[in-house]
């Protein structure tokens, strides 16, 4: 098996997802496929999703590119404990999933995989948004911070 990445067009990804015949033995031999999935990391590019199969079972991976993405939003998961638990939190949640050496996977089955990669993508994007839910999180308490101010004005400008 080669160390190179078949690139998959969107068409054999969504028939992949479908559980397509043909598209389940191709992943019944060693093969190594790259999909782009039309979602994207704000501002940093498409989600890719690495595909890996040794004939019995079928790994697939964002390929560490998740985990540097938070961290590159400020979002260190080794610094920020609630982060942490949430982002892992969410893992354990769609069985099959994992993290581990900075990349998330899903083991799974050619059999089960295209019920697999549409959990997977789901996973993924569940992370992805976390970095909005934070910002989100920030906000509301800053607001409600805000309103347990006296009114005495420690927002207005001094005299």
Not at 20 to 34: D, G, I, M, N, Y
Not at 50 to 70: I, M, P
């Amino acid at each position: 098996m080669s160390d190179e990445f078949q690139n998959l067009t969107s068409e054999e990804m969504a028939a992949l997802g479908l559980g397509h015949e043909s598209t389940v033995q191709r992943l019944r031999q060693p093969a190594r496929f790259l999909a782009q999935t039309g979602f994207m990391y704000p501002g940093k590019g498409p989600v890719l999703v690495y595909v890996t199969s040794d004939g019995t079972s079928v790994r697939f991976s964002e390929g560490g590119k998740l985990l540097a993405y938070l961290e590159s939003q400020g979002m260190d998961l080794t610094l920020d404990p609630v982060l942490s638990k949430t982002v892992f939190h969410a893992l354990k949640e769609t069985p099959g999933c994992s993290a581990a050496n900075g990349e998330i996977y899903m083991d799974s089955t050619p059999a089960q995989a295209g019920a697999d990669y549409w959990r997977f993508l789901q996973a993924l994007l569940e992370v992805i948004g976390l970095r909005h839910s934070k910002y989100k999180d920030a906000l509301v308490q800053l607001s409600r911070a805000s309103d347990m101010l006296p009114a005495s004005g420690w927002d207005a400008p001094p005299r």
